[in-house]
Structures are given as structure tokens and as C-alpha cells.
């Protein structure tokens, strides 16, 4: 293999591949990138056995061929260069890399003992890359990252009509996004949350994602990428039922100001966290107290009507659940008793979030 | 107490404060901030019976009084405020803080258990602010963080004539700057780096800073801020004679590019790190080898006389060396066999910088 590229699209392709598939600390061959060099340009491919990738690139290839490297040292050398053009060639049982005068050399690995990347792209139904990754940026990070339990380490992407719904759990909090989705096919199933999270970094300015859906893997496709992913195994939840029609209290206020409020009362919270949330008429106020920190308590302008129910929550809890309702006035629809309250926008835009949030019992004083 | 003053001066002042003390995690008192309000305003003041600090600012005192609270939930409190104004006031047993509506309290802590915070400046020798300030960013910063051995986490500083030298060694390399002084009076002691550094950081705006010697203690004065420190045993270092006459080898290179050139590198090197320096005529190649990670070597161009002596270094070790070097020309002096490497800069200014490197074996092939 020989091959001259533009070094920063070499090098974010490897980026990409690298953060899309980490591969195994135990098994070098599955935390290698396959280069494959032919008369269209260079495809990166990756497979762990869980995750596949391919990142296609544009590059003036000299001498086709097919090597397997280690990603993340092929990844960091193409960060590091500042040079405009690189090559790879293959040199003995080295691939180097190539720039100005300077040489970088890999060992090649056993490509036969690779699985293989993915193939490329076929059909699917598509969404928007900026509205899933605007979705993904609260659902995705809603998801529980406990290894342990991994039924809450997933977000369910369900088609419902024309819409996406993207929906994850940690159990003590619940995102629901929706987004408008093609609707050509149907899909229901789990995937992990951390894959989608990185997705949704790299699709936030790309105008179309595809999803693909057999029976246990899920294919996305953009531009010159694509990622398959083992799904999880998702029954249990799909059939939670969410009773939240008992709102007695609703609130409407700046997001940013009650996120503002929320961290300095939070400073004076017990060992919980836990900060109150007391409904007035005109303002809601934030409290806090605790035996040891002092008490601390900051009213808020707010639209409140209803009743005066007024509930406790972990104050990073709250503040997560407040964070994608940036910029933007947020309402609270406030159920009695140790029953969840509903976060959604007052004017919501494409993608349409309700941010679910379980109360805790209030501070003691 | 009672007293109004702007929020952001307070907060600069608690913040400064407990950066300078951060105080005992077991003892309340001890990380504690005794604030003392009278006609001239408020000074903040900590004593962790190591180092002390007096921060003052100005205020409008309503009441005057002392009171001793928590040093950090104050900072964080102040810094979190967005109202331009803040009032604190003795409410019962709480110092209640307020701004528009809201009111964070914290508990009072008995005063009298205080050992007092320092008194204002008086007189001392002088160094300027930002001289000072470059100094200990690359002085500080090498001494040792191992508080198992003491004297390497200390700096030397030692009045010269009409300069003031600092030093500092962890064994493995060492920092010597030296900065203009007012040679009032003659000083030499070992003072410990981690306050040196942050004092370091508040005084890189400032005119002038003042020292004052006396027995067992270092106070440092600048503003409206006083700093005293018991200062460590530093007469084993006090006799240090370095032989660095014998370099056969001088090279000269724009500290940016070897910087660069030494990062990438460094990605192929062996377990312990190493990178080579081989001198040839018009440049430098640098090369590492691992029989895992591959090799790598990249040219640098340099002006080089004398020998060819080729000498390796731990790349950390020999990026931060080059740190106080970035937008200029350094000159590495290499002596033959396993001795140091002094870097200084090509054009020295105000700040006089000698950097000493140990080498290390070269990498195996």
C-alpha cells in the first residue's frame, strides 16, 4: 500500500473511527484500523465485534492494498502533523507515515485475523443530523453509564407515525425526545447510549442520518461514515406505561435563571442535595438547608397556576434536567405527592422533549 | 456586623484567600475565614498556623465587628452571585448573605479559637510583579510534589547583589531564574512552591511585591494582600555546586518547533519515555523507538557547534523544559557522557532562566 492524503481529513477520519469504536484494551487486532487502498481513495474500517465502522476519504493512492495498524497511534500521529500532505506506505513490516522529512513507523498486524469493516451504506429511513443531535445530547446523557445494569445503559428508538421517539432511563430521571423521521420503515430497539452520544457529536452538522435496522444490529449511516452496533435487549422496557396526567401545579419560568438560582441555593444543600422547589404566587422560591452548610433560599420570577404543591429534587438532577431547555422559558408540570414532575418547553421547536424527574422528600430543618 | 460592599471585589478577595490558605480539612477553625469589619472597610483574614494571608477590600460598614465563618462556602457563594451588590449581616447565629431576595446564612464559628490573621504590610525588598510571576511559573512548578521528601518541594530563594535567585530541583532536573531585586536587605530560604506558585498566579498584574525575612517565616506583600509562610529546612541545598563548564556540544533551535517536533515523537517512545537528540550539521533529528509502538524520527533545523554529542531525555521532562522557552530561540548547552543539558534562552530578558536536564540511557534498537 502507498498512498498520499490530505493530512487533516486522514487524521479526522481516524479521529472518528476512534471515538465510534474504542476497541478492546485485550486484543490488539480488535483495536486496529484496517486501511484499504483502492482507485476510489481510502476506507478506515474498525470492528470489535460489537461495534463496526468505515470512514471513507478522498487520496491519491500509488499502490493498492489492505493493512491493519493500531488505531490509536495511527489517530494521534495524524493529530500531531502539521504538515499539509502525508503519506502511507508500507515499508517491510512497517506502515510509515510519511511527512517532509519526518518518518513515523507502525508495526502491521495480522490483517487475515481482522473481522472485517462493514460495507457501505444501502437504504433506511432518515432523520435529521442536527435534531438527532440535539435529541441525543439530553436522552443519550440521561442513560445510566452502571455497566451493571445494562437495560439502563440504552436509549430505545421507537418510529411512531412520522416521528423518531428516542427515549433512556437511569431510573431516577427519564428523557423523551421526539424528531421528524421519514417513517419509510419501522423500528423498535435498544441501542447503547454511549455509541449514540458520540453519533450525535459527529451528526450535529450533517444534513441527513440513515438508520438501518435487522434483526440485532443497528446500521447508521452519514456522509462518508458508517457504524453498526449490536442492539440491547430492550423488553423490559418497552412496555412502561407513564402515568403523568395528575399535574396540579404547573410553572413557567427562564430556564437559565432558575438554573442560575438552583447552583447557589445548591451550595447549602444536605448531604442529599436535595433542594426545594416552594410555589408561590408570583415567584417560586429555591431552598436549601442543612444542619452543618447554613440554609439558603433565592426567589425566581415565575407563571404559576394550580395548586401550591411543592416538590424536592437532587440539585444536579434539576440542573441536568434543566440544561436543554437553555435560552428558553421551561414549564414544570408538578404532580402531588412523591410523583414525578414533566420538564418540557413553553414554545417547543422540531424535536420535542419531555425531561421526567423523580422528587425526593424534603430537606429537613 | 454589617457591611455592604461590591459583590465582585468580595468575591476576588475570599477567592484569593483561600487559594493562598486553602486550611486543615480537620479543623474547622483552621479553614476558617475571620472577617473583620471597620471604618476602614473589611480585611479577610486565614491562619493555618503555617502560612497566613490578609486580603482587605474596600465597604461600607453599617456595624462594624469580627466574625469567623467557613472560608469556602463563602467564596463559592460570593463568586456564584450575579447581583452587583452584597450585604453581609449577623443575623443570630448565622452570617446571613444577601442579594435582592435571596439569602444564603452560614454558621458562625467561635472567633476566639482563631490564631488571628497577619498584620498589614511593613517594610521589605522589592521584586516586580510580573518578573516575579515568570520566574516561579517555570521555578515553582519543578520542585517536587512529594511530601515525603520535603526539601524538594521547596524554593531556594537567595538574594545576589541586586538580584534574586530562585531554584528549585525534584533530583531529576532543576529551575534557576533570576529577577532584578531592590537589595535592601539580603535573604535566603527555602519557601514551599505550591504557595510560592499561586502567588505566582495573583501577582503577574501586579507593580511591585515586597519580601520580608525574619527568622522562620517569609511574608509576602503586594495591594491589598499580605502572605506569611513558616519556611522549610533548606540547608542541604543551600551548598549545591554544579559543574556545568563542560559542554562540547551547542545547539540552537526555535523552541516552538522542537516543542512540536519532540510531542510527536514521543508517541513512539519506549515505556520509560525516552527521546534522542542526535546532533548532526544544519539540524536536529529526533528519534524514539519501541518494539511495540514502532519508531519514529523527525528533523528540526538548528544551528549547531562544538560536538556531536547525541544525549536522550524523558520527553515530558524535556517538554517542560522548553515550556519557558515557547516564542523564542533556545540554546541547549550538552556535556558529554551521563551529564546535564542547561537550556537558556538565545536573548535572555529581564528574567534570567537556566534550566538544567538530567539525560537518561538512550533508547535500545
Known sequence: MDLTATTQHLAS????LVRLVPGKLIDPV?????????AHGVVLGANDRERTARV?????????GRVLVPAKPLAETLRALTQPQVRLVVEGSRL?????GARFA??????DLHPGAPESAVGGSTVSGSQFAAALATVATTA???????????VRLRSEGD????RATDRYRMAIASVPWSADTEIDLMVPAALLAEVGKQVAHIDRVTLQATENHLALAWSDTVVTTAVLDGSFLSETKLALSDADTHIEADADTLTAATRRVALYSDPRGVVQLEAGDTELRLRATDHQAGEAEEPVKATITGGRTSPSFQSRYLLDALRPFAGTRVRLAIQPGMRATVLT?????EVDLRYILMPMLPPKV
Do not use: C, N, Q, Y
Open 106 to 111: 507502525l508495526p502491521l498486524l495480522d490483517v
Open 345 to 349: 418547553a413553553v414554545d417547543p421547536g
Open 56 to 64: 471513507s476519504r478522498g487520496a491519491l493512492v500509488h499502490t493498492e
Open 13 to 16: 477520519a481516524a479521529a472518528d
Open 30 to 38: 480488535l483495536s486496529g484500523v484496517l486501511l484499504t487502498a483502492d
Open 163 to 166: 416521528r423518531l421517539v428516542l
Open 144 to 154: 445510566s453509564r452502571d455497566e451493571a445494569l445494562p437495560i439502563f445503559t440504552g
Open 96 to 100: 510509515a507515515i510519511r511527512a517532509d
